[in-house]
Nanobody, 125 residues
Framework: QVQLVESGGGLVQAGGSLRLSCAAS????????MGWFRQVPGTKREFVAG????????YYADSVKGRFTISRSNAQNTVYLQMSSLKPEDTAVYYC??????????????????WGQGTQVTVSS
């Protein structure tokens, strides 16, 4: 099983920036793809960004394109999400996860497999 620990969330004003980090440990052999999801209570968990092992394939949800940048350190099994020009609608709990491919990562179900505790991002207007 993979253990995931997210950090870096907080309270920021609209227009501000935050950098999230997620460290994966345990059985990370299939962690070719890593990425970020977010969820507002009562709504569906949204796949926000994903990156493959080499960084040659990256996905961003339309809602964050041009504002968020995903990167990773394979040596440290860590994925990052640099968030800029934050908006109040970015407020959510952010989770990371891993999978063999970006497609399988995007299909991750919140009620299945390992998930971290998430990190709260709150953007005030």
């Amino acid at each position: 099983q993979v253990q995931l620990v997210e950090s870096g969330g907080g309270l920021v004003q609209a227009g501000g920036s935050l950098r999230l980090s997620c460290a994966a440990s345990g059985r990370t052999g299939n962690a070719n793809a890593m990425g970020w999801f977010r969820q507002v209570p009562g709504t569906k968990r949204e796949f926000v960004a994903g990156i493959n092992w080499t960084g040659s394939s990256i996905y961003y949800a339309d809602s964050v394109k041009g504002r968020f940048t995903i990167s990773r350190s394979n040596a440290q099994n860590t994925v990052y999400l640099q968030m800029s020009s934050l908006k109040p609608e970015d407020t959510a709990v952010y989770y990371c996860n891993t999978a063999p491919t970006l497609n399988s990562l995007a299909a991750k179900r919140p009620d299945f497999g390992s998930w971290g505790q998430g990190t709260q991002v709150t953007v005030s207007s």
